[in-house]
């Protein structure tokens, strides 16, 4: 059984341009959630997704930012027109449902966007 | 308030020798859970020990165990045996049964480094 998968690893962008990070759950996992991990800082939430809704968006930015978790395929994190301050690290993790609070989140291996 | 507090920014410790690492936290919830996860300078976020709000005994995995004082609101990493390869980054989080959302928040971590 895979992990948590996120692709790509390392992502460049310029300033103004558009990133996509993905993030596949592991099978059977129908939550997601995102966090960022600013450099020297612990992981802030970003959003929380179930199978095509939008669950908790509280930690997303009001603006250029937007996720979704599809029916199928991959849950997906937009970044449109970046800045330099988007620089950072972005998890994923998944949990299974009906697990709630008790369980652990399982990281994915982050993606690492550097914004030039 | 921050809801979880880790009030080391860096420690050392010498080989073979034990480290508490600190972690407090804030919440009016009954149910909860408290995790700690190791981040190496290669970046991923690896599980290490969790903690129920009703486990009556502190939780153990191998050279990982977790001083859990419920009334101080307190939940303390000790290693013991340090090994060099447990230099790296510690970070505390709590998941919240109801005001959360199963969302984990994340303490400012601990870097721990293991001399020699």
Known sequence: NAGVMQNPRHLVRRR??????????????????????????????????QKENIIDESGMPKERFSAE?????????????????DSAAYFCASSPPGQGWANEQFFGPGTRLTVL | AQKITQTQPGMFVQEKEAVTLDCTYDTSDQSYGLFWYKQPSSGEMIFLIYQGSYDEQNATE???????????????????????????????????????????????????????
Request: glycine residues 10%; aromatic residues 10%.
């Open chain 2, 62 to 116: 191998g050279r990982y165990s977790l001083n859990f004082q419920k009334a101080r609101k307190s939940a303390n990493l000790v290693i013991s045996a340090s090994q060099l390869g447990d230099s790296a980054m510690y970070f505390c989080a709590m998941r919240e049964e109801n005001t959360n959302a199963g969302k984990s928040t994340f303490g400012d971590g601990t870097t721990l480094t293991v001399k020699p």
């Open chain 1, 16 to 49: 103004g341009q558009e990133a996509r990070l993905r993030c596949s759950p592991m099978k059977g996992h129908s939550h997601v959630y995102w966090y960022r991990q600013l450099p020297e800082e612990g992981l802030k939430f970003m959003v929380y997704l």
């Open chain 1, 69 to 85: 978790f599809p029916k199928e395929g991959p849950s997906i994190l937009r970044i449109q027109q970046v800045v330099r301050g």
